[in-house]
């Protein structure tokens, strides 16, 4: 199975998309992790949106974890 570690980056919008969406979340970096070697991988991830921190922070991370899932199969 392969192993991946990686970093949520969640910012502030100003101003707010639509005056609702305060947050947006991008991947800072993402790297297999092969045999303690780690390998950068070059994928856009896009952004995610939420209206509180923590919401654009999940659906960043469920968006990673589906790329993984795929990865793996």
Known sequence: M???NY???VKKLTPPIGGVYKY???IAYI???IRM???KINYDFGE???KTKSEAER???DKVKKWVE???K
């Open 7 to 9: 970093e949520i980056a």
């Open 70 to 72: 795929c990865q793996n």
């Open 31 to 33: 790297y297999e992790d």
């Open 37 to 39: 070697k780690e390998i």
């Open 24 to 26: 947006y979340a991008k």
């Open 59 to 61: 659906k960043m991370e």
């Open 48 to 50: 995610t949106y939420g």
């Open 2 to 4: 392969k192993k991946f």
